[in-house]
């Protein structure tokens, strides 16, 4: 069993930054595939970014690529989401999930565990 608390969610000024952070439990945090996803209001949970326990390897989606930046301490058991340069469309409940898959880990399905989520509200 592994939980999962996101923080650093607030409210920001387009342009502004941000940076988010999921706490893991257990022993093991270094074996899972790390990624974060969010959800707009009456939109589908979309992915945003994942960093593989492997060997720290980053995926983006295209519409956050050169604004945002996944990391994770291992030592902490912790996954960050900087996120600079945000823009209203930004706006949504971040949420920070881990997953044993070595593949296909920008989707949700793939994941096995989730956090409650972190509201980013970026006003224009």
């Known amino acids: 069993q592994v939980q999962l608390v996101e923080s650093g969610g607030g409210l920001v000024q387009a342009g502004g930054s941000l940076k988010l952070s999921c706490a893991a439990s257990g022993r093991t945090f270094y074996r899972y595939a790390m990624g974060w996803f969010r959800q707009a209001p009456g939109k589908q949970r979309d992915f945003v970014a994942t960093?593989?326990?492997?060997?720290?390897?980053?995926t983006y989606a295209d519409s956050v690529k050169g604004r945002f930046t996944i990391s994770r301490d291992n030592a902490k058991n912790t996954v960050y989401l900087q996120m600079n340069s945000l823009k209203p469309e930004d706006t949504a409940v971040y949420y920070c999930a881990a997953t044993t898959a070595v593949g296909l880990t920008t989707r949700p399905t793939r994941y096995d565990y989730w956090g409650q989520g972190t509201q980013v509200t970026v006003s224009s």
């Open positions: 960093i593989r326990g492997t060997d720290g390897g980053t």
